[in-house]
């Protein structure tokens, strides 16, 4: 996956960018949508705790897969929501749900091997879409490029940003 | 907000007709999503910042209701004088008309700021504030009874930073409309940039201070069956079940993913290799050794039966040991695969390092941009919009 950085920055800058035409997206819910960016990234609690632990303590075949795929974003951006306050509930969801899956198609354009990436569509399919192999996540371009958009957009969205003349 | 701003507490009414009503004291909360900024515009309606014997404002629902969608009005002189459409043609957004009177009612206060939809009737009280929310197809309208608290009826939600000296005491009242997404909300006026489909009515009355210097805000709200509260044990039973989903997913994944993809399972090269060469596979493998000369590397690929050794041919690429690639090729005897690509995802074994480091930098910008608008409520012990979020 394209490191978490990156996944965070691409959501600030999706949303930030659809914050000038669309009212509603207020920087609060930026900011939401940036933790969303985050949430296929909670795979990574295999290093922490690997799944063949979790396979043997369970007696079951276990992999953390799942959390880098839309049901897993569903489900954790589901948890997340929660902690919100009543009003803020649905529309949490929604922009967790948006990071999240915004990262997901950003892994889905990075190398395979084989052309075609995971199949982060489960468990709506187990289809693989094909990726045109962008980038490998250690490639420090990457970063660059994430960061050099992100910094551009900041800077658009303080000189002509809905609330850049209001604060 | 700047320094002449005043703000208003009000909290969205809730979908019971009747709702009920707290009392003095019971906690209260007044997330920003539905604070008005009442601040002198500088732009003025009809660009003139005095109109009549008024002073334009400009009303902002922060965040939430009407999202930064400004509502423009004007101080009036007195209350008797209202004309909620006058001087505003043009000037108000989403469909909302807003007025503001400054005449002392006869209690000696002063209303801070009325905004009135044109669609509804006048509303009495010493103001009016509409907000906005699409949230709620229940349109009934809802009024709750009013309350005065005063001396140190301190909330930390609002800081009023109008004029000096002032306490707030109000009435907080309310009516709801909702109005069909094409509706047009000011009908007669031509304005048709309404894009909600509900509307808010609130009453707000601002009191002189009697403590010098100090200003305060109570806001009286129903209780909080009006914002379907539930209780943070209800919740996390909801979260650990949600979770508990995920668990099932985890499983069924790593039970389900072999007969999903097309290629043999590590796990199925660990044990019972010779049963699958001339098949075609992705692994994914850390580098051991790589023989330059001869395009030939070893890699180690894990799988649930444990780690085994793969040598690969048309290996390529440069990489160090410890790096991480991906092959694909076809199985040949003796744990060998023919390449026919190989993609490095880590060229060495460091590369890892590098995205932990970036990814805990992603993690605490996340974190920090989440903090800097919301905060934890200790009362609901749920995330609420900062006040100067």
């Known amino acids: ?167 | 907000m700047g320094d002449g701003d005043r703000v208003v507490g009000v909290e969205r009414f809730g979908t019971e007709p009747d709702p009920p009503v707290c009392g003095v004291g019971q906690q209260v909360r007044l997330p920003v999503a539905e604070i008005a900024v009442v601040r002198e515009d500088e732009h003025g309606v009809g660009g003139r910042l005095g109109v009549d014997d008024g002073v334009a404002v400009l009303v902002e629902l922060d965040d939430g209701a009407v999202a930064g969608g400004g509502v423009e009005g004007r101080l009036e002189a007195a209350a008797s004088e209202r004309d909620a459409g006058g001087g505003l043609d043009g000037l108000v957004t989403d469909g909302l008309l807003a007025f503001v009177q400054r005449a002392a009612d006869e209690r000696g206060r002063r209303a801070l700021v009325g905004v009135e939809s044109t669609q509804l009737p006048t509303l009495e009280g010493d103001g009016e504030l509409v907000g906005e929310d699409e949230v709620d197809p229940n349109g009934l309208a809802d009024v709750v009874r009013e309350e005065e608290r005063r001396g140190d009826a301190a909330t930390e939600h609002v800081e009023a930073a109008g004029a000096a000296g002032d306490v707030v005491e109000r009435e907080v009242g309310g009516r709801r409309r909702v109005v069909a997404e094409d509706d047009e909300l000011a009908h007669g006026r031509g304005e048709t940039r309404s894009r909600y489909t509900s509307v808010e009515v609130w009453r707000t009355r601002v009191a002189p201070s009697r403590v010098a210097g100090e200003r305060r805000h109570e806001t009286v709200l129903p209780s909080a069956s009006r914002d379907g509260h539930v209780h943070p044990l209800v919740r996390l039973v909801g979260v650990l079940a949600l979770l508990g989903v995920l668990g099932g997913l985890c499983v069924h994944y790593d039970r389900a993913a072999p007969t999903h993809t097309p290629y043999p399972e590590t796990a199925a090269l660990a044990t019972d290799y010779g049963a699958h060469v001339g098949e075609d596979t992705l692994l994914f493998g850390t580098v051991q050794r790589v023989d330059a000369a001869a395009d030939r590397a070893a890699i180690r690929v894990d799988s649930d039966e444990g780690a085994f050794e793969m040598a690969v041919n048309g290996f390529a690429e440069r990489v160090e040991p410890g790096g991480v690639v991906q092959v694909y090729g076809s199985l040949r005897a003796g744990r060998t695969i023919d390449a026919s690509t190989v993609e490095v995802v880590n060229p060495a074994g460091a590369s890892k390092g590098y995205k932990y480091a970036v990814s805990a930098v992603g993690a605490l910008l996340a974190l920090a941009s989440f903090f800097r608008r919301w905060r934890v409520d200790r009362e609901s012990l749920s995330f609420e919009v900062r006040a100067d979020g």
């Open chain 1, 1 to 167: 996956m394209a490191d978490l950085l990156t996944h965070v920055l691409a959501a600030y800058v999706v949303l930030t960018v659809a914050s000038w035409r669309v009212e509603r997206i207020t920087p609060s819910w930026v900011a939401v949508g940036m933790c969303g960016g985050a949430i296929p990234d909670l795979v990574k609690v295999d290093l922490v705790l690997d799944s063949m632990t979790v396979e043997g303590a369970l007696g079951v075949p276990f992999t953390w897969s799942p959390v880098s795929t839309l049901g897993g974003v569903g489900l954790v951006a589901g948890a997340i929501a929660l902690a919100f306050g009543p009003r803020y509930r649905r529309r949490a969801f929604g922009f967790l749900v948006a990071g999240g899956s915004l990262s997901l198609v950003v892994d889905g354009l990075r190398v395979y091997a084989d052309g075609r990436a995971g199949p982060w569509l489960y468990p709506v399919t187990w289809w693989r879409p094909p990726t045109p192999s962008l980038y490998v996540t250690s490639d420090p371009r990457v970063l660059v490029v994430a960061v050099a958009v992100a910094a551009l957009v900041f800077a658009a969205d303080r000189r002509f940003g809905r609330r850049g003349t209001a604060e």
